[in-house]
């Protein structure tokens, strides 16, 4: 389900891309955070497998493209801070094990980004890898919101170039070089972007491709691991 990048760049032109505005980036972030990686969730790092939020400035991650790789900042912030209840629409989403070929749970923030191969991407765009936000999630029968843990806090690896990261959950995780995911601007698009994006309408159209793909993989098949991950 999951595996190596170098279609991507094998002479096609990616459909789109990730920019960012240095104005957006630098701003005071006052709202709710909608995209990074949720405490606890491990990661694939030169020391082994390791919660995110253990993770420092000048450690190495491994990467999906250029392996290890040194993290030049880490974001922390609370997921929500408001003495209000938390809007659903902001609430993580729970993806169970197989759905997206994954071999344990995920827990996904909604607009955090992740890379996803199949047979369907292919088919549909031309060529298997993708990144998708998981609130295309929202449109899967086996997927679903859930309310957040109290406390849990999000974090933000970032690179000196834009990177995916490995989760041990099975999900390869969108990690930009700039402060913010929700920077994107279609404006700023790097005219050779590294990685190509769907439309959030492609993204759930894709997604319920996956899911029925998954579906006729035997759930023990699902568990002995995804394509490229470490053991």
Same mark, same amino acid.
């Given at each position: 389900m999951f595996g190596r990048l170098s279609a991507l760049t094998g002479g096609q032109t990616p459909r789109a891309g990730f920019g960012w505005s240095s104005k957006m980036a630098e701003r005071e972030e006052t709202g709710p955070v909608l995209s990074g990686?949720?405490?606890?969730?491990?990661v694939a790092t030169a020391m082994g497998w390791r919660p995110v939020e253990t993770?420092?400035?000048?450690?190495?991650?491994?990467?999906?493209?250029?392996?290890?790789?040194?993290?030049?900042?880490?974001? +922390? +912030?609370?997921?929500?801070i408001s003495e209000e209840p938390c809007p659903r629409s902001f609430w993580p989403i729970?993806?169970?094990?197989?759905?997206?070929?994954?071999r344990d749970v995920m827990h996904l923030l909604p607009d955090q980004y992740?890379?996803?191969?199949?047979d369907a991407a292919e088919d549909l765009f031309g060529d298997p890898f993708s990144l998708i936000p998981a609130k295309a999630m929202d449109e899967l029968s086996n997927a679903f919101r859930v309310p957040p843990q109290e406390g849990f806090e999000v974090v933000r690896l970032h690179f000196a170039a834009d990177q995916v990261v490995f989760g041990?959950?099975?999900?390869?995780?969108?990690?930009p070089a700039r402060r913010n995911v929700l920077d994107f601007a279609g404006s700023d698009r790097p005219e050779d972007p590294m990685y190509a994006i769907l439309s959030i309408d492609e993204a759930r159209f894709l997604a319920a491709r996956i899911e029925e793909e998954a579906s006729a993989v035997?759930?023990?098949?699902?568990?002995?691991?995804v394509s490229g991950m470490p053991a």
């Open positions: 990686l949720i405490s606890g969730t491990r993770i420092l400035p000048g450690e190495k991650v491994l990467t999906f493209d250029a392996g290890l790789q040194t993290v030049t900042e880490v974001n +922390r +912030r609370p997921f929500w729970e993806v169970p094990v197989g759905v997206l070929g994954n992740i890379m996803v191969e199949s041990k959950n099975g999900s390869l995780f969108f990690c035997p759930v023990a098949c699902r568990r002995q691991g």
